[in-house]
């Protein structure tokens, strides 16, 4: 394989009030990888959110990355100061929402909100970027793109909003797209649409996207790969094939399991997983998954990286019962 | 933006009062723009009669110097009317750039601009203003200068706030996230969202500021005469004999402050309305 485009290297974020530091996310580590589509998995409240907007930094006043780095291209964008961190925002790496409502400035047309970041990064003339945008709104399945040009935000569509947006972060071709649960204000046709949209950029423009969701059903519809995020940390990824097929973390296995499908009996319940996300988990020491762990109780053993090969990994205890998982 | 216009003339003409508030409005500010056409006298000219009642010749009569009260009315309306424009501008234009960089630099910058706007805040308005009348040379452009130093902490605290809530936005990290330069994205994008609210604000500074010269042109402290204004054509009802016997001196003037006044605060409530698009129907 060809080197990682990102690289993001036992990231710890933390945040502040007062003078109180509370690490929100630690040992978040993964890879992605030129024109792969990653997804990044968890329940709501891991950090999965948070590790995205510390990409571009835009955590706020609140947090800071307080550990690890995040290498793109070899350059590490944690220490990169903001001038040069605006030439990879934008340009390099470009980002979508999760909020539809909110991602465009209501008081300017769709055109000029598309334009201004090709002018800005392309140095693009008015004209030309106009030209680009309309392609680019038609690219994403917008009907009449000379039409919602001269919209607002406020007269598209939820669809049609997200779909603009993405016609947005795409504009400057960025090697990165990071899309932070892009369809969950959405339906699910639309969703579907959307997630072929992103497939579809994917194709053609070798875009890496970084996928984050909560749904495992849209995992294994996208991802190529897939890391599992618990409790501000990793504790599983590989292939999604192999994560999807051969969970070793309990925590990911849960996750399968409560999700709801068609065949299934009506009279039966849902699988949910027992308990909530340990409040202070960071203080935690060991598996911080333990009480809600269907092994908690017979499980003695400290979590370490268990190579499950094939570039699969999981944080876990080894499994001493079998003793299967160390030896291969 | 042609529809949107539109939509906000469309919300706007729902407030029949303010439309007919504007109509009006519109008429007194062509009456003051054409005062040297339309008036009939000019406003420092002395005629023959002495404080004479309404007449053919004087429709509103004439003062104790002999001048035409109703030219100088119209002299006096533009005085006015220029004060509280300009002292709006003013504050308008501190308030917004303070609050801006007030909302947008959290910290310290926030901490020193605020602390200040809630000293001058905290000040004794019109004492402030006497004081500061009395130590400038009093004339049209210190009260200009002191009203639009007074009155800009509201506009300030409330560009603040929006910025603040502004900053929490999606579209603002969607900004960022997109490279864009910060300069940019305070004055070109966050900006024009501040800009209903700050026009409606805008128009109760203005008609506060008229108010306010006109007090302070009535204390002798603000537009001196023989320049006319609004405040200083009511001075002489200070005395009791003109309050009781001479009405043409006074009551016209006052008239006129209470209309503009009314006027400008119906306009400015029902353009808060025209520019919410939430009162689309």
Redesign the interface.
Known sequence: MTDPILEVRDLEISFFSGKKRTPRTDGVRFSLYPGEILCLVGESGCGKSVTA?SI???LG?AGRITGGEILFDGQDLVRLPEKE???????EI??I?Q?IM???????RIGDQLT??MR??LHMARPEAEQRAVELLRKTGIREPEKAMRA?P?QLSGGMRQRA?IA?AVACRPRILIADEPTTALDATIQLQIMALLRRLRDEENTAVLLITHDIGVVAEMADRVVVMYAGQCVEDGTAESVLTAPRHPYTRALMRAVPTLNMDRSERLYSIPGQVPEDYHALSGCRFRDRCPNGQRCAGKPVWLDLGGGHRAYCAPDLADGRDQDG | MQS?LRHIARRFLRHRAAAVCLVILTVLILAALLAPWISPYGPTKVTKDFSKGPSAEHLLGTDQSGRDVLSRLLYAMRTSLTVGLMATLISTAVGVLLGLLSGYF?GWVDRCIMAFTDMVMSFPYILLVLVAAAIFEPGMWSIILILGFVDWPGVARLVRGNVLSLRE???F?????????RRYILFS?IL??T?APVLVYATSVFAISILDEAALSFLGMGVLPPTPSLGNMLNGAQSITILTSKPWLWVPAGSLIILLVVCINFVGDALRDALD?RNDR
């Open positions: 907007l571009l930094g835009l006043d961190l605006d030439r990879v925002r934008g340009n470009s980002m929402f909020d909110y991602s465009m400035n209501p008081v300017f201004e970041g800005k990064h607002y406020h947006m947005m | 949107n959290s936005t999606n579209f990290k969607a900004d960022i996230a997109a490279g864009m330069p994008e024009p969202n800009i698009p």
